[in-house]
């Protein structure tokens, strides 16, 4: 019998230090649920990549905005749900950071790498809410 997982949720502040948090989280998720290496690897290096996005660039670093991440573990995934309360971004309108004129830039691969780390990445409320899905079979 396959036993659904209820969502849980995590409420951040805006700052730096919240990354360790969501590290933390992400290796209680590996060994509460027997997650492999790889899709560990994944979930740490996509869903802190997404925190980051939205501590920094949502929020704009202001301590007093949160980051609201919701996760669920079902049978043969993981997902997660990151939500700021910055302005949102246009989606369609970011620039690729494999372009040549884009390479030596020290910022704008975040997006890239979510969206190649994790299995599907949702953008929603003008940007504000990002889902991310990570098959763990």
């Given at each position: 019998m396959l036993v659904q997982h209820p969502p849980q949720q995590l409420i951040l502040m805006s700052k730096p230090e919240a990354i360790n948090t969501v590290e933390k989280l992400i290796d209680d998720i590996r060994d509460e649920y027997k997650i492999s290496e790889d899709c560990y690897g994944k979930m740490l290096m996509g869903v802190t990549e997404a925190v980051t996005n939205a501590i920094y660039h949502g929020n704009n670093g202001d301590a007093s905005k949160k980051v609201n991440i919701t996760y669920q573990y079902d049978v043969d995934k993981v997902s997660?749900?990151?939500?700021?309360?910055?302005?949102?971004?246009?989606?369609?309108?970011?620039?690729?950071?494999?372009?040549?004129e884009n390479l030596e830039k020290a910022s704008g691969r975040g997006i890239y790498l979510m969206k190649h780390l994790s299995d599907q990445l949702i953008f929603s409320n003008n940007g504000n809410t990002v889902e991310m899905y990570f098959h763990t079979t």
């Open positions: 997660f749900i990151i939500a700021d309360e910055g302005k949102g971004f246009d989606i369609y309108n970011i620039p690729d950071p494999t372009a040549p």
